[in-house]
T-cell receptor, first 114, second 115 residues
């Protein structure tokens, strides 16, 4: 069990550019979640996958955001035409997908849009 | 609409004393609650959880209390240690398979434990 890993740890980009983040969950975990955390706030749910199927997207996830989880393994989160308001910590988490279980979080990707 | 609130942005305690972190929620549908700890530049780490069928859960130095009628939970750390200094988040989850893992977090409380 190597934990949830995210890449890159930090990303600085200019407004209008596209960025992509990667998340590798714990290998036996079926569910993968993306959360976003801004300064002074707790993490907010964005979307989640059950294996390769994306089952729900929060209304926080605008059309500029897209997430994939091909083959039910790693996941990518892409933000197109970034805006300064997209600056945040993007957290990935995974779990087996049963009742009342904990999520295992990665260290996050800190995005700064200039 | 902030459904989970941690009204104390920060808490400072002396090493060896008790730390009490509080959390209030407004959605009566929540039935599972968790506490996470977060160090700078790291992701949240699970601490302890409690189901709504219980009013107390204990794990070593950490105890979580749930008062459903008041929609309030608290985390007690006894004794507090300098290594406990971190941001603490409470989180809540609704029942049902599609809700597993969809956590609603509070804003966090920064705990500082002084030697």
């Amino acid at each position: 069990d190597t934990g949830v890993s995210q890449d890159p740890r930090h990303k600085i980009t200019k407004r209008g550019q596209n960025v992509t983040f990667r998340c590798d969950p714990i290998s036996e975990h079926n569910r993968l979640y993306w959360y976003r955390q801004t300064l002074g706030q707790g993490p907010e749910f964005l979307t989640y996958f059950q294996n390769e199927a994306q089952l729900e997207k929060s209304r926080l996830l605008s059309d500029r955001f897209s997430a994939e989880r091909p083959k039910g393994s790693f996941s990518t989160l892409e933000i197109q035409r970034t805006e300064q308001g997209d600056s945040a910590m993007y957290l990935c988490a995974s779990s087996i997908g049963t009742a009342n279980e904990k999520l295992f979080f990665g260290s996050g990707t800190q995005l700064s849009v200039l | 609409d902030q459904q989970v609130k941690q009204n104390s942005p920060s808490l400072s305690v002396q090493e060896g004393r008790i730390s009490i972190l509080n959390c209030d929620y407004t959605n009566s549908m929540f039935d599972y609650f968790l506490w996470y700890k977060k160090y700078p530049a790291e992701g949240p780490t699970f601490l302890i959880s409690i189901s709504s069928i219980k009013d107390k859960n204990e794990d070593g130095r950490f105890t979580v209390f749930l008062n459903k009628s008041a929609k309030h939970l608290s985390l007690h750390i006894v004794p507090s240690q300098p290594g406990d200094s971190a941001v603490y988040f409470c989180a809540a989850q609704r029942p049902g398979g599609t809700s597993y893992g969809k956590l609603t977090f509070g804003q966090g409380t920064i705990l500082t434990v002084h030697p």
